[in-house]
């Protein structure tokens, strides 16, 4: 536990999370859930190909006869060295580049032809795609199976289990809001019983939460769109938690984005409803909603630490990443939690 004021730090194991959070707290998390949207084959040349999908576009179904239809949907993706009109099967599903948009991203249309009419895309996936790992877990477990321990089959049934956070329901992520992985349901119970709320909204985490700061201005830094929902009772729970003075806990970085993007969009209020988020918040940076931040320990420049350190301060954060280091705390996404809480109540 880190003090948002004062730079104070605590260590303690996170199923006691209650003991440190502030009474009544209005806790919110993503609920948002990683699909399968790696694809691996070969082109008809024989070339190895991996494209990632990154958000739908545009979505049609065509019927075809009784109780089957045909499916066209418009994703953006990311791929390398693929052209327009290239078209690659994986299994039912046919990907067909439409165009090249620059940085290795690209539009594509995906079509299943024919499957049963109560059949999606996001069904087919399962059946043909991969859980999109970050890229220091990728690595991993390859290195894991190369070496014997694992198959590759076993590593992806595992990572589908593990990668998804026990409250995840609306598919649509690329990358799982990590610091929701620490929750289990029997904490959440715990927690509901003390007398906190959990309240959930969605933002589709997208690639470019992995994609470094590389600029010399971080300001020049361009953010990747993610599309995000607020449903009309967690809006109606905030705004009567904030009028209560309770604090709202962010779980994750995620969903600092949210709330601060649709007070921003609302002018200070939380509106329900879908919106669209490039919100980067450096040090600096006002918070309109946020009290609280449970969050895990992130890569340097990347835009998550500095949303961290923009939330509790640069030096007071990077004193307590020392410290987590020094205590052989585990980084990145399968690693340990930080509750960032403020005194000032």
Do not use: C
Not at 118 to 137: A, K, Q, R, W
Not at 248 to 263: D, K, N
Not at 293 to 305: A, D, E, V, W, Y
């Amino acid at each position: 536990m880190l003090d948002r004021d004062g730079g104070v730090t605590r260590h303690a194991f996170f199923r006691d999370l209650d003991a440190f959070l502030p009474p009544r707290s209005l806790l919110v998390v993503n609920d948002t859930r990683v699909i399968p949207a790696r694809l691996r084959g070969r082109k008809a040349t024989g070339g190895a190909v991996e494209i990632l999908l990154t958000r739908k576009v545009e979505s049609t179904r065509v019927e075809r006869n009784a109780g089957h239809s045909r499916i066209d949907e418009q994703w953006e993706a990311l791929s390398k060295g693929l052209s327009g009109a290239t078209v690659i099967t994986f299994g039912p599903l046919s990907v067909e580049v439409l165009a090249r948009r620059g940085k290795g991203r690209i539009l594509v249309r995906l079509t299943a032809n024919p499957v049963p009419t109560s059949h999606g895309i996001l069904s087919l996936l399962d059946d043909v795609g991969e859980i999109p790992l970050p890229p220091y877990v990728e690595t991993a477990r390859r290195q894991s199976t190369d070496s014997g321990p694992a198959r590759s089959d076993e590593v992806e049934t595992l990572d589908r289990q593990r990668y998804q956070t026990v409250y995840a329901t609306s598919p649509g992520a690329v990358a799982a809001p990590t610091a929701g992985l620490h929750f289990t349901p029997e904490l959440l119970t715990v927690l509901r019983s003390a007398g906190h709320e959990v309240a959930p909204v969605t933002l589709h985490v997208g690639p470019g939460t992995f994609r470094p700061v590389e600029t010399e201005d971080p300001r020049d830094h361009e953010m990747d769109e993610e599309h995000y929902f607020i449903s009309p009772e967690t809006a109606q729970t905030i705004d009567r938690a904030r009028r209560e003075g309770r604090a709202i806990v962010a779980v994750g970085t995620t969903v600092v984005r949210t709330l601060e993007s649709a007070a921003r969009l609302g002018g200070g209020t939380i509106g329900s409803g879908d919106g669209k988020s490039r919100l980067f918040l450096a040090p600096g940076d006002l918070f309109l909603v946020v009290t609280d931040l449970i969050t895990n320990f992130h890569l340097p420049r990347s835009t998550l630490l500095m949303l961290v350190a923009a939330f509790a301060g640069r030096d007071r954060v990077l004193a307590a990443y020392q410290v987590a280091i020094a205590n052989d705390y585990r980084f990145y996404s399968y690693g340990d939690a930080m509750l960032i809480r403020s005194s000032r109540r």
